[in-house]
């Protein structure tokens, strides 16, 4: 199985507080535990190694509603692999990874307020705004050697100010001072550009779905 999906893997459910990921000959599961998200199913291989007999035996053993299905390919080839009883992301998300380096954290803008703190392995940023409104956030949880970057947002009304390179160049700082040496995270193509501007790069293509079939079908 692909390592960099490992990595995702270990440090996405330590940055959610999930279950401890239970490994599948495909891959991993992991109970998330949350009404729509009960479980998620993450398989192992990228790209062509991927294949859809076993996204079909996964997917097919799925009769919950509110169960998660990631998988490394395009949306485009795995929704022809999965039956209507899926909601699929139409937009592909990206796995991708960057070098570490431990080279200063940045300064807030004038008149916004960073702020950091760590519980059970997970350090979380948050930035307010001058009159205390939040403006943007973000978490990283450093594994070992890599760590991973999640929940970047930043409210709509203090985009374009230099809050989202913020965010990252300082989560990226902290877990290089704990250690790690690899940046993992799962963007979205919104996010994708802000990422690759500060260095990182696009390892694989990643599909969402979610079962869920009409009401007339579930047990």
Same mark, same amino acid.
């Given at each position: 199985?692909?390592?960099?999906?490992?990595?995702?893997?270990?440090?996405? @459910? $330590?940055?959610?507080?999930?279950?401890?990921?239970?490994?599948?000959?495909?891959?991993?599961?992991? *109970?998330?535990?949350?009404?729509?998200?009960?479980?998620?199913?993450? &398989?192992?291989?990228?790209?062509?190694?991927?294949?859809?007999?076993?996204?079909?035996?996964? +997917? %097919?053993? @799925?009769? =919950?509603?509110?169960?998660?299905?990631? /998988?490394?390919? !395009?949306?485009?080839?795995?929704?022809?692999?999965? !039956?209507?009883?899926?909601?699929?992301?139409?937009?592909?998300?990206?796995?991708?990874? $960057?070098?570490?380096? /431990?080279?200063?954290?940045?300064? /807030?803008?004038?008149?916004?307020?960073?702020?950091?703190?760590?519980?059970?392995?997970?350090?979380? &940023?948050?930035? +307010?705004?001058?009159?205390?409104?939040?403006?943007?956030?973000?978490? @990283?949880?450093?594994?070992?050697?890599?760590?991973?970057? !999640?929940?970047?947002?930043?409210?709509?009304?203090?985009?374009?100010?230099?809050? %989202?390179?913020?965010?990252?160049?300082?989560?990226?700082?902290? /877990?290089?001072?704990?250690?790690?040496?690899?940046? $993992?995270?799962?963007?979205?193509?919104?996010?994708? %550009?802000?990422?690759?501007?500060? =260095?990182?790069? $696009?390892?694989?293509? &990643?599909?969402?779905?979610?079962? *869920?079939?009409?009401?007339?079908?579930?047990?």
């Amino acid at each position: 199985m692909d390592a960099t999906v490992r990595a995702w893997v270990d440090g996405w @459910v $330590v940055s959610r507080g999930a279950a401890p990921p239970m490994t599948e000959p495909w891959g991993w599961t992991i *109970d998330v535990g949350m009404f729509g998200h009960v479980t998620r199913h993450v &398989l192992g291989a990228t790209g062509e190694d991927l294949d859809e007999p076993t996204v079909r035996k996964v +997917a %097919g053993a @799925v009769t =919950g509603h509110g169960v998660w299905l990631k /998988a490394f390919r !395009d949306p485009a080839v795995i929704c022809g692999w999965l !039956d209507d009883s899926w909601w699929i992301d139409p937009e592909p998300g990206y796995l991708m990874t $960057v070098p570490l380096a /431990a080279d200063g954290a940045p300064d /807030a803008p004038g008149g916004y307020r960073l702020r950091t703190w760590s519980r059970g392995g997970v350090t979380r &940023l948050m930035v +307010a705004a001058p009159d205390g409104s939040p403006a943007a956030r973000g978490q @990283v949880a450093p594994r070992g050697e890599t760590a991973v970057v !999640d929940q970047i947002e930043t409210a709509p009304e203090h985009r374009r100010r230099g809050l %989202g390179s913020l965010v990252m160049r300082t989560l990226q700082h902290t /877990a290089a001072l704990q250690g790690a040496r690899t940046g $993992v995270l799962a963007g979205t193509p919104a996010g994708r %550009g802000l990422y690759e501007a500060l =260095g990182w790069g $696009v390892v694989a293509t &990643l599909t969402s779905a979610r079962h *869920d079939p009409p009401a007339s079908a579930r047990p």
